[in-house]
């Protein structure tokens, strides 16, 4: 086992409780928002050579969305790691109860390659926040960033607490073979049952986020210049490499014939008449990736653009129309700059499409009509949903951020990451004296005592409020 | 596949949308209310025969405590189930934020024989509050409890979405085949694995109710007569067979001796001088139960009890002392009237022999000075904590009950029970207007623009604040 001197390491840092008080937690938070500011350039630079993500992007995704999350666990810290008074009963009214938030011990941060850096540092600051030690594992994909983090993240962390380990699948099956207390896994379901199969020899807590095809309802209502840009938006930011980008379009024929020349005028003044020779489109990860992605093109008919250069991995922004749900685009996540139409009659038809298949990340619904995009909200399941826009829900750190059935277990981002890291622990305090209060409830038992405890435990059924 | 008939019957009257309103769900809460009262004595009945319980504890933990739970929920449900509007940023402003409490959709609650109502009927609640149709599997083991719940509790529900299926390891890893949206296990650690291997198939998220050696630390100063009359409180109802009865003593020699002799006069306060003769102490459930326990009574030296019978499953009071860790009763969860005494030199020793184990679903420290309650408390880690009195932090519906690591994952109890079978939706709707805000964050990419987007996106860092 390679790693379990790595994993004792950190478990016996751990143990001798350093990780513990606030000021150690702030100050690896201010290293890790050092790491932000002075490797800026490098980021930039890396997840540009990874996936052509134009510099704009990466800022936005990998920097600021960072650094707002570590500002707003500095923020909070404090009140977030003090124990919560709870509501008591009668009897228990000089006692003290409270939740106290436990760090796990040693977690595992297990992160893809389309966001590298912010999707282990979101989870990392949580985690840290809770006072956990951690193994950080980036994806062997995207290898310039996976580098950068190897070699510079140790320079700003307490080597004792955290620690960067690299490698692809086999490496990481031997570190899924030590005990971790946490595993926070980004990254596909089928990799995610493996992952959460090897916790379970383990009984390790897991949050995994992973993914799926989000549907993007557009109803008839709508301004359609406003839906295409805002479309076209989430589809082709990072190259379509997102795991809540909107992954296919349901609208009604009419709509659709609107949406083409809409989507058309937005790819152009986003890309120009050229998306290849546009700074600010990627480009896609790897050959595996573009080859996959290429073969979808296949299905249905290019309405808008279709090219490819393999040499650059370069995918344009693409429209498919007339895509049937049998066709290739329909059967796996697209994770790439692709967008399948497919028609359908009505909202109900779209619901119930929705609904035939495994619940998504994300989902969108569009209409000027609220009452349409509640009903959506009402009859469909998703990890999380926007109205009328795409992408946006996932930047307010005060929303919870994970899926549902397929698309994953657990949430994050903002105070929920600190809770997926913390163990709540329920603890009374009672006196030692005080003895008398007890002695209803020990032998020999009588239907006096029983009275005497019920009365005093009882939680009482109140007379009923309304549904506000 | 035989079960699937049921769980797909089950999961379209969850799509159908049955589940969803409040007064439905109101109303099948009310009817286990009523299923309560009416087979109250029927439950009595039954577990006295499955586990010999006292007629007064049955009452206590299975009607009382589900009873409390019902009202907590009752109560509460409608606040509960709003929509939870939350902070947004400043481009936010005009948008509607909200996090959106969801069913899972069919849950699977599997109950063991101990508090065999409690531990099926509790979660129940929870899974019902939170809109989802259930299929509960109580214990064989407790075969006239099981009964009851096969028999009789589905004539109190809607059929279409609640289900109790029975049977034993066979029947119980054939229903683990069919995909559920949430499982909920009361059980062992060992068998809390093997569930949690099957969620993974299928992406399901778990709540891992398991257990582990409660450690029960007395130290020098303390009331001796109280501490040895709620210690043989918590270990020996139910005769032991409590997840978190105290399982050991960890004392010094000194305060072994003068607790040795508070416990024998505890134990006859509570029993006689013949426990066997008592109606107020129960039974083991099993032969195999039995004949384990049995065995663990060649551990160190009887020094309180001692005594069995093979045809009543009797097992009395019972105290070792000159226990080793190497000896059979620390190798494993007791689980029965059993309580051995390791002695220690100091509260150190105490907290390291704590700290090499498993951590334990529940921990208790007895001492006149608080300040070693909290001692033990910060150094320690475990499901949940009581100081100076064993079993009664269960009794808040405002803790949150659960383990971690080897004692379980997840936790319920009160509004946690809601909220561990609800998923958390993010929401966000925004307008179909006002595009000029969005113009930001579009291609082509300039500097100014980001400028603007981190104006307005940005979360600043406050100044520090002080941990109270």
């Not at chain 2, 384990?292 to 020094?303: D, E, F, N, P, Y």
Request: glycine content about 8%; hydrophobic content about 40%; proline content about 7%.
């Amino acid at each position: 086992n390679p790693y379990a001197g790595l994993v004792s390491h950190l478990r016996a840092s751990w143990l001798s409780g350093k990780t513990r008080p606030m000021e150690y937690r702030v100050a690896q938070l201010e290293a890790l928002g050092r790491f932000l500011d002075d490797k800026k350039q490098e980021i930039l630079e890396a997840t540009e050579l990874d996936m052509g993500k134009p510099s704009f992007e990466a800022f936005f995704s990998e920097i600021l969305l960072c650094k707002n999350e570590l500002n707003v666990t500095l923020n909070n810290l404090c009140h977030w790691m003090k124990d919560e008074y709870v509501d008591k009963n009668l009897v228990m009214q000089l006692d003290s109860a409270f939740i106290r938030k436990d760090p796990y011990g040693v977690v595992l941060i297990i992160a893809p390659w389309n966001y590298p850096i912010h999707l282990f540092l979101v989870p990392l600051i949580g985690a840290i926040a809770a006072g956990n030690c951690a193994i950080i594992k980036p994806s062997e994909i995207s290898k310039h960033t996976e580098r950068l983090v190897a070699e510079t993240l140790s320079c700003y962390l307490d080597n004792d607490c955290f620690a960067v380990v690299t490698g692809g699948v086999p490496e990481t099956t031997r570190l899924l073979e030590n005990k971790f207390d946490y595993i926070f896994f980004t990254g596909s379901p089928p990799v995610g049952r493996i992952v959460m199969t090897a916790a379970a020899k383990h009984l390790t807590p897991v949050t995994l986020e992973l993914g799926g095809k989000n549907p993007c309802y557009v109803s008839d209502t709508c301004d359609v210049t406003n839906v295409a840009r805002r479309v076209a938006w989430g589809r082709f930011f990072n190259a379509g490499q997102t795991c809540i980008a909107p992954d296919y379009l349901l609208c009604t024929v009419e709509m659709q014939d609107k949406l083409m020349p809409a989507l058309r005028e937005a790819i152009t003044e986003f890309f120009g008449p050229n998306p290849r020779e546009s700074p600010d489109f990627g480009r896609i990860v790897s050959d595996k990736q573009f080859r996959r992605l290429r073969a979808l093109l296949g299905s249905g008919r290019v309405a808008l653009g279709g090219q490819t250069d393999e040499a650059e991995r370069y995918i344009a922004p693409t429209v498919l129309a007339d895509v049937l749900p049998t066709d290739p685009a329909m059967q796996e996540e697209i994770f790439g700059p692709i967008l399948p139409i497919v028609v359908i009659a009505n909202m109900d038809e779209a619901i119930d499409f929705i609904n035939a298949r495994p619940r998504p990340l994300a989902l969108y619904a569009f209409s000027c009509d609220s009452k349409i995009v509640n009903q959506v909200l009402e009859r469909t399941s998703s990890g999380g949903f926007c109205g009328n826009d795409t992408l946006m829900h996932v930047t307010l750190t005060s929303l919870p951020f994970g899926g549902i059935g397929n698309s994953g277990l657990g949430k994050y981002h903002g105070k929920f990451t600190f809770d997926t890291f913390s163990h709540h622990r329920g603890c009374l305090h009672r006196s030692m004296g005080l003895e008398a209060l007890n002695t209803p409830r020990y032998p020999p038992y009588t239907q006096q005592k029983l009275g005497l405890l019920t009365s005093a435990f009882e939680v009482k059924r109140r007379g009923t409020c309304t549904l506000l | 596949n035989p079960f699937e008939g049921l769980v797909s019957h089950l999961r379209a009257s969850w799509l159908s949308g049955k589940t969803r309103p409040v007064e439905y769900r109101m109303a099948q809460l009310k009817a286990l209310g009523h299923f309560l009262d009416d087979k109250k004595k029927q439950i009595l009945e039954a577990t006295a025969s499955d586990l010999g319980k006292p007629p007064f504890e049955a009452e206590l933990s299975e009607i009382f405590l589900c009873k409390n739970e019902l009202h907590e929920a009752l109560n509460n449900l409608p606040r509960w189930m709003k929509d939870e509007q939350v902070d947004r940023t400043l481009a936010m402003q005009l948008d509607s934020a909200f996090i959106r409490k969801e069913p899972y959709g069919v849950v699977l609650i599997i109950a063991p024989w101990n508090y065999p109502i409690q531990l099926c009927l509790v979660p129940l609640i929870g899974a019902i509050a939170a809109g989802n149709c259930v299929i509960i599997k109580p214990s064989e083991v407790s075969k006239k409890t099981e009964r009851i719940v096969a028999e009789v509790l589905p004539s109190y529900l809607d059929k279409d979405c609640f289900a109790v299926v029975t049977g034993g390891v066979p029947e119980t890893a054939r229903l683990l085949e069919n995909k559920f949206d949430y499982i909920f296990f009361t059980g062992s650690p060992p068998v809390g694995r093997i569930v949690m291997t099957a969620a993974a198939k299928h992406l399901t998220p778990v709540t891992l109710e398991l257990g582990g050696k409660n450690p029960c630390y007395v130290s020098d100063t303390c009331d001796v007569t109280n501490v040895a009359r709620r210690v043989a409180w918590g270990r020996f109802f139910n005769a032991g067979q409590t997840c978190v009865a105290p399982d050991y003593l960890l004392c010094t020699v000194e305060m072994q001796d003068k607790l040795i002799p508070a416990l024998r006069k505890a134990i006859d306060d509570f029993y006689g001088p013949n426990p066997r003769e008592s109606p107020d102490f129960g039974r083991i459930v099993s032969d195999k139960q039995f004949r384990r326990l049995r065995a663990l009574l060649g551990s160190g030296r009887v020094a309180l009890g001692g005594q069995t019978d093979e045809a009543e499953r009797y097992i009395a009071p019972t105290v070792l002392v000159d226990v080793q860790p190497s000896d059979p009763v620390m190798q494993e969860e007791i689980f029965g009237p059993i309580l051995p005494v390791i002695t220690i030199t100091n509260m150190d020793e105490a907290i390291d022999f704590i700290n090499s184990r498993e951590r334990p679903l529940a921990l208790y420290a007895f001492s006149s000075d608080d300040k070693i309650v909290t001692q033990v408390l910060e150094r320690t880690s475990s499901g949940g904590f009581c100081g100076n009195d064993t079993l009664m932090h269960l009794l808040l519906t405002s803790l949150p009950f659960g383990g971690i690591g080897s004692s379980g994952l997840g936790m319920y109890h009160g509004k946690f029970s809601f909220d561990t079978f609800s998923h958390l939706r993010g929401c966000l709707r925004r307008g179909m207007g006002r595009e000029p805000l969005n113009a930001p964050r579009y291609p082509p990419y300039t500097p100014q623009k980001f400028g603007v987007i981190r104006a307005t996106a940005k979360v600043t860092p406050k100044s520090d604040c002080a941990l109270l």
